[in-house]
């Protein structure tokens, strides 16, 4: 007999996990916005002047680039903490969230009154993440922190660069998107083990740790050799040929790792005798003559376009790319194709697009795709799902100052 009863509704991962979000600028809401991306619901808790990303250009029609894209999926609550009212309200909120994430430096949180063993003690089952600079421990956990000073510090400006050239900050936020990333996995391993033991617990992410943990290969070389990393340019340092090459009319990437891709790259660059030449029988041997190395596939290559360069190559198994900008990257057929950029919604923005959490759930309904809310557009609307409060009580709250005095878009909706 076939079953014939209805499919379940397909859901997404994090489908009914709610999240109080105390972060503002990088860090803490990409972290967030990958939780909101997969379903949970994110409210995020502004002051009265809100996340200072929503001034940050570059703007289109009065919005945030990095606001909008950092605050996808999440409901806005204006609330001023220096106000008793307002950190009542957050209490009670956080007695019934399964998360609170906050980057306010060290200490800051427990002096306004939603510190974590504040609210965990409301709330046994809460995870409270952390984001910081430093971390909450620590002789530099008092300091202040942005990527470039943790950059800076983590030694990844010192190992990037031309090797006669300065130290190099790597063209991307890089220390705030990995503290992000780390929080978001943080967060999820916290959950599981609090739904498992029913006690929550803080969760301590710092960029500075974090950074240093995304230098892999580095840190890896370092606790072997006892030699930190050093600047290359555009090579790999330990192997050849991997690095970017010219060619006629631009540049490529080429990344040969073993004797096979060296075998196959001199055959597809019909130049079989590289193969059997003692400087380069060896990954450590080529990279040790890497400059001969070079001057040989750039002689090959300045002769040809980089498409057809690239297609030899790619012919030959060799791993090997153009390089593209970031609008190349975004427009390309692979990439449209998997989905990462979204159409979205939004009133205020005709024809936005935002991207989306990059990994695929083959079991789990689409990632959820909405825009980034007004400045406390869902105060009412939270206050009383949340709490219950009514219109009176909401009025009274609006008068005392606790929920300041935002001025919502006058496009936006007033609905999640």
Known sequence: MNDTSPAAPATRPLDGVRILDFTRVLAGPLATALLADLGAEVVKIEPPQGDDYRAIGPLKNGESALFTVMNRNKRSLVLDLRHAEAVALVREMAAQADVVVENFRPGVAERLGIGPAQLCALNPRLVYVSVSGFGQTGPLAHRPAYDIIVQAMSGIMEATGEPEGPPTLVGEAVSDVVAGLFASWATLAALLQARATGRGQQVDVAMFDTTLSFLATSMSRYLFTGRPARRVGNRHPLSAPFGVYRARDGHFALAVLNRKLFEATAQAMDLPHLAGDPRFATDESRSAHEPALRQAIEAWAGLRDVADVVSA???????????????????????????LLREVDDPRLPGLRLPTQPVHFGGAAPNRAERAPALGEHTEALLSQWLGRGAEAIA??????????PTPSPTASSTH
């Open 313 to 339: 190559l790619d012919a030959a198994g060799v791993p090997a790319a153009p390089l593209w900008n970031i609008a190349q990257a975004l427009e390309s057929p692979q990439i449209r194709a998997r989905g």
């Open 396 to 405: 009274a709250l609006r008068a005392s100052g606790a929920l300041g005095h």
